[in-house]
């Protein structure tokens, strides 16, 4: 194959996969009325098992309840963000709530609600070690969207060690 025909086959996918991202998007947004869609809620849920995972309670009612405190700070977080970055970030996670975005750019065979935490921090330490800069800008923004609603609580302050701010005298 001659490197032009591999160019323009490259440039040709890249295409087809955008449009079909576009469109999965506007199908199945990732966010709606500004708050997480029920997928969206699944994959920030098992992102947040994940990420935070030695911060949150052990399994039970408490794990339970601290995740859907994390889930609602989450949806006041985006509630403040500009119209720009939550359209983008709609777009985002409606294709990682696909199967084949999931699979493509996370690398999870099964549903975010089926995956196990382990599962899931498997899948982000990949996207953090990639090669792809998609990859790990994806990576990225799930770990600190969920480290930004975690920490605006302060009662998880002590949890992670933090004292919370000092006087300036």
Do not use: C
């Not at 859907?68 to 709609?90: I, M, N, W, Y």
């Not at 294709?95 to 690398?107: C, D, N, S």
Request: hydrophobic content about 45%.
């Amino acid at each position: 194959m001659q490197r032009r025909r591999l160019l323009k086959l490259g440039l040709g996918a890249a295409v087809v996969i955008g449009i079909a991202g576009a469109g999965v998007a506007l199908i199945k947004p990732g966010l709606v009325d500004g708050k997480l869609s029920p997928g969206s809620r699944d994959l920030m849920r098992a992102a947040a098992q994940a990420v935070l995972s030695d911060l949150l309670p052990p399994p039970g009612a408490a794990r339970e309840a601290a995740l859907q405190g994390q889930l609602a700070r989450l949806d006041a977080t985006l509630a403040g963000f500009p119209a720009a970055t939550r359209k983008e970030l709609s777009d985002a996670l409606g294709l990682l709530g696909t199967a084949a975005g999931r699979f493509a750019l996370v690398g999870l065979s099964k549903p975010w609600a089926e995956a196990s935490p382990q599962d899931v921090q498997q899948a982000l330490d990949a996207m953090r070690l990639s090669g792809s800069n998609t990859k790990q800008q994806i990576y990225h923004a799930l770990r600190d969207l969920n480290a930004i609603a975690f920490f605006t609580e302060p009662i998880n302050w002590q949890t992670a060690g933090y004292a919370g701010p000092r006087e300036i005298p």
